[in-house]
C-alpha cells in the first residue's frame, strides 16, 4: 500500500512545478507556514489537534513582537488545509501550499503514509517539515537527513516508536500493579486492524515482552468494530491480569464498557485516552483502568506546564477531545523552529536545519527538546492510572535508552 502511496506522491511531484520557498526577506516582513490535518473525516480526533496547537503558537509568537531575524522582524501566517483523510487531498493541499502559497515549513500530517507522501513534495522545494509520527524511524536516517539526503528538511517531533512503546508499557505496569494488588504476569493487547494497529502493536507487544509480560498473540478487530463481544470473550478465556485497548482512543471507549461487563480482565490500559475524558464523560469501573497521553494528558497532569497550556489551548476555541494533547507534537515545535530562524540569523532553509539541530528548546513537554543526529527527539510520556472509586494518578515515565531485543 505505502508504495502506492508514493508512487501518487511521484506523480503529483512530475504534474506541479515546484519551486523554492520565496522567503520572507521577499514577502512584506511575513513568513508563511502551512498546516496540513484531517479537520474531518475518520481521523479528525487527532486532526483536529494540529491546526489548534499550531495556532496558539503562531498568536504567541505574533503578539510577543514576531520573529527576529537578524536585523528584521517577521510575523507568522499560518495557512490551514483540511486533508479530509484523503490522501489525495493531502498531496494537492501540499502542492498548493508549496508551489503556489510559497511557504517557508508544513506542519502534518497525522498519519505515516500521508506524511511520506506530503515528503516527497516537501523536500526537494527545501521546505521545512514537522511531523508528530513515531513511525518515520523507517525512513529517517543519517544518510537520508545528510546534507543532500531525501529528507534534509524532514523532522520528527514524537520520540521513536520504541521510546514512546516503552515509557508506556513500564508506566503502565507500574501503576496498574499496586492498585490491582498482586504481581502483572500476563498481558493480552487488542488492536484495531490497520496498517497503524499493526505498526504500532508490533512495538507495544515488544515493550511488554521486554518488561517481563507473557504476551499471547495480537487479538486484532475490524477498525469499524462497535461490538466487541467475539474479541473479549476470547481475551477472557487467556486469563489475563491486564488487558491493552491499542491505539484508537474513540473505539476504545466502546471497547471497554463492553469488557467490564464480561469482566474480562482485573485491570486495563487505554492507549491516548485523555482521563478529562474520562471525568468529563462520567466513566467509572470496579477495577483499576490506566490511560495514556500523547505526550501529556490535558485532564489530570503531573506535567507542571500542562495546565497553563491547556487553559490556554481551550480558551482559544480547541475541542476538549480523547487526543487533544497530540497538540504539543505541534506547538512547542513552532516556537522551536522561531528560536532556530533567529538564532541562524537566517531564513535559509540549510541554516536553519543547522540551528535546529544544536539547540535545545524549553518547550512544554520538555525543558530539553532537540533533534538528534538522525532529526528525532526523546520525550517522556504520561501515564495516569484511575483506581475503583475515581482517584486518578499521573506520572512522567522516561523511555527506554536503546530499542528490546527481539
Given at each position: 500500500m505505502e508504495s502506492t502511496l508514493l508512487r501518487s506522491a511521484s506523480l503529483a511531484l512530475f504534474l506541479g512545478v515546484l519551486t523554492y520557498p520565496v522567503l520572507a526577506e521577499d514577502a512584506a516582513e511575513t513568513i508563511k507556514i502551512g498546516v496540513v490535518a484531517a479537520e474531518s473525516g475518520a481521523f479528525v480526533s487527532a486532526g483536529h489537534t494540529l491546526p489548534a496547537g499550531v495556532s496558539l503558537a503562531v498568536k504567541e509568537i505574533n503578539d510577543e513582537g514576531g520573529v527576529k531575524v537578524g536585523d528584521k522582524t517577521y510575523r507568522l501566517e499560518l495557512l490551514k488545509r483540511d486533508d479530509r483523510t484523503d490522501i489525495s487531498t493531502a498531496i494537492a493541499a501540499t502542492q498548493e501550499l508549496v508551489r503556489d502559497e510559497k511557504v517557508a515549513a508544513i506542519?502534518?500530517?497525522?498519519?505515516?503514509?500521508?506524511?511520506?507522501?506530503?515528503?516527497?513534495?516537501?523536500?526537494?522545494?527545501?521546505?521545512?517539515?514537522?511531523?508528530?509520527?513515531?513511525?518515520?524511524?523507517?525512513?529517517?536516517?543519517?544518510?537520508?537527513?545528510?546534507?543532500?539526503?531525501?529528507?534534509?528538511?524532514?523532522?520528527?517531533?514524537?520520540?521513536?516508536?520504541?521510546?514512546?512503546?516503552?515509557?508506556?508499557?513500564?508506566?503502565?505496569?507500574?501503576?496498574?500493579?499496586?492498585?490491582?494488588?498482586?504481581?502483572?504476569?500476563?498481558?493480552?493487547?487488542?488492536?484495531?486492524?490497520?496498517?497503524?494497529?499493526?505498526?504500532l502493536s508490533s512495538y507495544y507487544f515488544a515493550a511488554l515482552k521486554s518488561e517481563g509480560q507473557d504476551v499471547p498473540d495480537i487479538i486484532f478487530y475490524p477498525p469499524d468494530t462497535t461490538d466487541f463481544s467475539p474479541f473479549l470473550t476470547r481475551a477472557k478465556s487467556l486469563k489475563p491480569d491486564v488487558v491493552h485497548f491499542w491505539y484508537n482512543g474513540d473505539s476504545t471507549l466502546t471497547a471497554l464498557p463492553q469488557a467490564l461487563e464480561l469482566g474480562v480482565a482485573p485491570s486495563y490500559f487505554l492507549f491516548g485516552v485523555d482521563p478529562g475524558i474520562w471525568k468529563e464523560q462520567g466513566l467509572s469501573a470496579d477495577v483499576p483502568v490506566a490511560m495514556s497521553c500523547?505526550?501529556?494528558?490535558?485532564?489530570?497532569?503531573?506535567?507542571?506546564?500542562?495546565?497553563?497550556?491547556?487553559?490556554?489551548?481551550?480558551?482559544?476555541?480547541?475541542?476538549?477531545?480523547?487526543?487533544?494533547?497530540?497538540?504539543?507534537?505541534?506547538?512547542?515545535?513552532?516556537?522551536?523552529?522561531?528560536?532556530?530562524?533567529?538564532?541562524?540569523?537566517?531564513?535559509?532553509?540549510?541554516?536553519t536545519v543547522e540551528a535546529l539541530k544544536t539547540l535545545h528548546h524549553k518547550g512544554v513537554v520538555s525543558d530539553d527538546l532537540a533533534f538528534n543526529a538522525t532529526h528525532q527527539v526523546t520525550h517522556a510520556t504520561e501515564v495516569c492510572a484511575a483506581a475503583p472509586g475515581g482517584d486518578i494518578t499521573c506520572a512522567m515515565q522516561e523511555p527506554p535508552a536503546d530499542a528490546p531485543k527481539q
Open positions: 506542519f502534518g500530517s497525522e498519519t505515516h503514509d500521508f506524511t511520506l507522501a506530503m515528503a516527497k513534495i516537501t523536500q526537494p522545494a527545501k521546505v521545512l517539515h514537522f511531523a508528530g509520527n513515531s513511525t518515520l524511524a523507517k525512513v529517517l536516517t543519517e544518510s537520508s537527513v545528510a546534507n543532500g539526503g531525501e529528507d534534509h528538511y524532514l523532522f520528527q517531533t514524537e520520540p521513536q516508536e520504541f521510546q514512546r512503546s516503552g515509557s508506556t508499557a513500564r508506566g503502565v505496569l507500574k501503576l496498574l500493579e499496586p492498585l490491582v494488588g498482586h504481581p502483572l504476569k500476563k498481558s493480552v493487547l487488542i488492536v484495531g486492524n490497520d496498517a497503524t494497529g499493526q505498526f500523547v505526550p501529556v494528558c490535558w485532564g489530570e497532569s503531573s506535567n507542571p506546564k500542562a495546565k497553563a497550556y491547556f487553559d490556554a489551548y481551550f480558551a482559544a476555541g480547541a475541542p476538549k477531545g480523547v487526543t487533544s494533547s497530540v497538540s504539543l507534537l505541534y506547538y512547542d515545535y513552532v516556537h522551536f523552529l522561531a528560536e532556530a530562524w533567529e538564532k541562524a540569523g537566517s531564513l535559509d532553509p540549510d541554516k
